[in-house]
Protein backbone atom coordinates (compact mmCIF):
# COMPACT_ATOMS: atom_id res chain seq x y z
CA UNK A 1 0.00 0.00 0.00
CA UNK A 2 0.84 3.18 -0.90
CA UNK A 3 -0.15 6.78 1.15
CA UNK A 4 0.20 10.06 -0.80
CA UNK A 5 -0.46 13.70 1.12
CA UNK A 6 -0.30 16.57 -0.68
CA UNK A 7 0.38 20.36 0.70
CA UNK A 8 1.00 23.84 -0.78
CA UNK A 9 -1.79 25.24 -2.48
CA UNK A 10 -3.73 28.27 -2.24
CA UNK A 11 -4.72 31.43 -3.83
CA UNK A 12 -2.43 33.43 -5.50
CA UNK A 13 -2.39 36.37 -8.15
CA UNK A 14 -1.99 35.91 -11.80
CA UNK A 15 1.73 35.49 -12.49
CA UNK A 16 2.61 34.28 -8.58
CA UNK A 17 4.72 31.38 -7.35
CA UNK A 18 3.45 28.21 -5.45
CA UNK A 19 4.94 25.28 -4.38
CA UNK A 20 3.30 21.71 -3.86
CA UNK A 21 4.52 19.07 -1.95
CA UNK A 22 3.87 15.51 -2.08
CA UNK A 23 4.97 13.06 0.85
CA UNK A 24 4.83 9.47 -0.02
CA UNK A 25 4.56 6.95 2.67
CA UNK A 26 4.45 3.08 2.43
CA UNK A 27 6.17 0.46 -0.70
CA UNK A 28 7.33 2.77 -3.15
CA UNK A 29 10.99 3.13 -5.22
CA UNK A 30 12.85 5.33 -7.04
CA UNK A 31 11.94 3.11 -10.27
CA UNK A 32 8.16 4.06 -9.38
CA UNK A 33 7.03 6.71 -11.57
CA UNK A 34 5.18 9.79 -10.01
CA UNK A 35 3.82 12.95 -10.57
CA UNK A 36 1.25 15.60 -10.92
CA UNK A 37 -2.59 15.73 -12.03
CA UNK A 38 -4.95 18.46 -12.09
CA UNK A 39 -8.83 18.69 -12.19
CA UNK A 40 -10.23 21.80 -12.91
CA UNK A 41 -14.83 22.18 -12.02
CA UNK A 42 -16.51 20.71 -14.95
CA UNK A 43 -13.40 19.26 -16.26
CA UNK A 44 -11.42 15.75 -16.99
CA UNK A 45 -8.37 15.02 -14.48
CA UNK A 46 -5.12 15.99 -16.45
CA UNK A 47 -1.44 15.20 -16.58
CA UNK A 48 0.65 18.50 -15.34
CA UNK A 49 4.18 16.56 -14.87
CA UNK A 50 5.94 13.02 -14.45
CA UNK A 51 8.83 11.86 -13.21
CA UNK A 52 9.02 8.15 -14.95
CA UNK A 53 10.44 5.44 -13.79
CA UNK A 54 13.49 6.25 -15.58
CA UNK A 55 14.01 9.51 -13.74
CA UNK A 56 12.89 11.59 -16.82
CA UNK A 57 10.29 14.25 -16.36
CA UNK A 58 7.36 14.82 -18.79
CA UNK A 59 5.20 17.69 -18.63
CA UNK A 60 1.38 18.88 -20.41
CA UNK A 61 2.07 21.35 -23.12
CA UNK A 62 0.46 24.05 -21.01
CA UNK A 63 2.84 24.31 -18.26
CA UNK A 64 5.84 23.74 -19.82
CA UNK A 65 8.61 26.31 -19.41
CA UNK A 66 6.18 27.60 -15.84
CA UNK A 67 6.15 24.38 -13.75
CA UNK A 68 9.54 22.23 -13.07
CA UNK A 69 8.91 18.77 -11.01
CA UNK A 70 11.28 17.58 -9.14
CA UNK A 71 11.66 14.36 -6.85
CA UNK A 72 14.52 14.80 -4.02
CA UNK A 73 14.51 11.19 -2.69
CA UNK A 74 12.40 8.10 -3.29
CA UNK A 75 9.28 9.73 -1.08
CA UNK A 76 9.18 13.06 -1.86
CA UNK A 77 7.91 14.79 -4.92
CA UNK A 78 7.42 18.68 -5.87
CA UNK A 79 5.78 21.05 -8.24
CA UNK A 80 7.19 24.54 -8.45
CA UNK A 81 4.72 26.08 -10.23
CA UNK A 82 5.39 30.13 -11.67
CA UNK A 83 3.81 32.62 -13.87
CA UNK A 84 0.50 30.97 -12.36
CA UNK A 85 -2.61 31.71 -14.95
CA UNK A 86 -5.84 32.25 -13.98
CA UNK A 87 -6.64 28.79 -16.04
CA UNK A 88 -3.99 26.70 -13.66
CA UNK A 89 -7.33 26.73 -11.06
CA UNK A 90 -7.61 23.22 -10.20
CA UNK A 91 -7.47 20.63 -7.49
CA UNK A 92 -3.87 19.05 -8.02
CA UNK A 93 -3.35 15.62 -6.79
CA UNK A 94 -0.17 13.19 -6.39
CA UNK A 95 0.08 10.33 -8.07
CA UNK A 96 2.26 6.83 -8.15
CA UNK A 97 2.29 4.46 -10.24
CA UNK A 98 3.35 1.47 -8.48
CA UNK A 99 3.95 -2.36 -9.99
CA UNK A 100 0.39 -1.65 -12.43
CA UNK A 101 -1.50 0.39 -9.14
CA UNK A 102 -2.51 3.99 -9.45
CA UNK A 103 -2.05 5.49 -5.83
CA UNK A 104 -4.01 9.36 -5.55
CA UNK A 105 -3.07 11.96 -2.70
CA UNK A 106 -6.64 13.49 -1.50
CA UNK A 107 -5.73 16.57 -3.52
CA UNK A 108 -4.99 19.95 -2.78
CA UNK A 109 -6.49 23.29 -4.28
CA UNK A 110 -4.87 25.95 -5.95
CA UNK A 111 -6.83 28.97 -6.99
CA UNK A 112 -5.19 31.59 -9.21
CA UNK A 113 -7.10 35.14 -8.96
CA UNK A 114 -6.70 37.36 -11.78
Known amino acids: QVQLVESGGGLVQTGGSLRLSCAAS????????MGWYRQAPGKQRELVAI??????PIYAESVQGRFAISRVNTKMVYLQMNSLKPEDTAVYYC?????????WGQGTQVTVSS
Open 51 to 56: ITASGS
Open 95 to 103: NAAVYGSMY
Open 26 to 33: GSIFSSNA
